[in-house]
């Protein structure tokens, strides 16, 4: 298990940072990297100061070489809890080789890292993930979800009253990229749920490398939606596809009016007739918006952000609360983090949380923690669930504490 040098430009760390990068893109299926990923891809890293670990075979070894047979990297930013904006570790370019899978290789990676975050007094880690039953073991629950839709953009498609009191612009994706960033940072200060977008961002919205094709994106487009004073307030990155479609790939709107402006932008293009979106908001007002409701066709709903709550009267204290009262958590944690007894007793919308030696009144995991964090799941559909334990009262009070009225929301894939 060793981690990277970054800014050692010796021969042999060069190669060793090929070597990683080449295992993540095998790791993920993905073709051999070329040397513009491997060279963006390690400015990036460099600019997060992130800490790159892997498991290389002993040297000597049949096999052994410059490409390691794990690896494992992350980096800290913010996630918007609600009522703070908390530092993040993000954890990510999880792969083991298949030859080595099932040897505990991801465990030590992940502990080691976890631990490190509480040793630097991080509270929260997340991650997105490629399969549903890996991370829940490490305490990482599933947080937010995202929302695809199709909308028949047809003949037909139409706003009941809706007319726009701004405007869209089309404009080349690098230009729209300081009004996208503003966007999204005023986005990021306000939404519940929202991760800091990481240093490839820029590269994806402005279309200056495609990281699954390599070489430039010259099929994205931007526009951004200007609001009736004329200041840039929503925006849109999308490209045109087969048969009259067009897909989103990220849309930000600071205004129910931006929202529907640039919806309405969408649905109105010429000889497009279907329009698809993968993260929408999971209170998109657009159906409701519509003369044909129906128009509005849910695709998929799947987990999106992982968290896993490692400072728990921190992470806590953080987020809304919505009733008044007191509850005494028990959390279980396989890795010891957030095991314990919590006293959360919260008022005016926050709580304050303290450990305590009180009887536990309502028992869950680390998992079931991650998951009920950002309000993302209500309490009782957790509990009928057999996720958390508790007398009925104990359940219903902590629901009432705990449930929040608006979903939270997340944009950023990592
Ligand atoms: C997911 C992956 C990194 C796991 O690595 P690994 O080194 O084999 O994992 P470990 O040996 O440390 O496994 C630790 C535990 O997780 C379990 N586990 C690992 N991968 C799992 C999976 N895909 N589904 C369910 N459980 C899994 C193991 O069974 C083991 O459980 P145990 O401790 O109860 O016995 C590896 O399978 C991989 O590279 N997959 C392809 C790339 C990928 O999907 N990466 C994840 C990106 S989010």
Request: glycine share 10%; with cysteine; charged share 25%.
């Amino acid at each position: 298990m060793a981690i990277l040098d970054l800014f050692d430009d010796s021969e042999e760390a060069t190669a060793r940072r090929r070597g990683w990068v080449g295992a993540v893109q095998r790791g993920f299926r993905a073709d051999r990297p070329e040397d513009e990923l491997v060279d963006r891809w390690v400015t990036h890293y460099r600019a997060e100061r992130a800490t790159v670990r892997g498991a290389w075979l002993p040297a000597g070894e049949f096999g052994a070489g410059p490409m390691p047979v794990a690896t494992y990297a992350s980096f800290d930013k913010t996630l918007n809890a609600g009522r703070e904006v908390l530092p993040l570790r993000m954890v990510t370019d999880v792969t083991t080789s298949a030859s080595h899978r099932r040897r505990g290789l991801l465990r030590q990676l992940i502990e080691a890292d976890l631990a490190d975050a509480v040793t630097s007094g991080v509270p929260v880690a997340a991650l997105t993930a490629s399969e549903a039953t890996i991370y829940g073991r490490w305490g990482f629950g599933p947080a937010t979800f995202r929302h695809g839709v199709e909308v028949d953009t047809s003949a037909g498609f139409g706003f009941r009253s809706f007319t726009d009191p701004g405007r869209v612009e089309l404009v080349e994706p690098v230009d729209a990229w300081p009004h996208v960033r503003a966007v999204f940072d005023a986005f990021h200060a306000r939404q519940r749920g929202s991760v800091e977008w990481p240093a490839p961002y820029e590269d994806i919205h402005t279309g200056a490398y495609d990281f699954d094709g390599g070489g430039a994106n010259r099929k994205i487009r931007a526009a951004v939606h200007l609001g009736a004073a004329g200041a840039v307030d929503g925006f849109v990155i999308f490209k045109h596809g087969e048969k009259n479609t067009v897909a989103v790939t990220e849309m930000i709107a600071l205004s129910p009016e931006a929202q529907l402006g640039l919806w309405s932008f969408l649905g109105n293009m010429d000889r497009v007739t279907t329009v698809t979106h993968k993260l929408s908001h999971p209170r998109d007002p657009l159906q409701w918006a519509l003369t044909d409701l129906n128009r509005v066709r849910s695709t998929e709903i799947e987990e999106f952000l992982w968290l896993r709550v490692l400072d728990v009267p921190r992470a806590l204290a953080a987020r809304p609360w919505s009733g008044n009262g007191t509850v005494v958590l028990e959390v279980d944690d396989a890795q010891g983090h957030a095991a314990g007894r919590f006293e959360v007793t919260a008022s005016a919308g926050g709580a304050e949380v303290v450990r305590t030696e009180r009887a536990p009144e309502v028992r869950l995991t680390a998992e079931t923690l991650g998951a009920l964090y950002l309000g993302g799941v209500p309490v009782a559909q957790l509990h009928r669930a057999g996720r958390l334990d508790g007398e009925e009262d104990a359940v219903r009070r902590f629901a009432e504490m705990a449930d929040l009225a608006e979903p939270p929301y997340c944009l950023t894939g990592f």
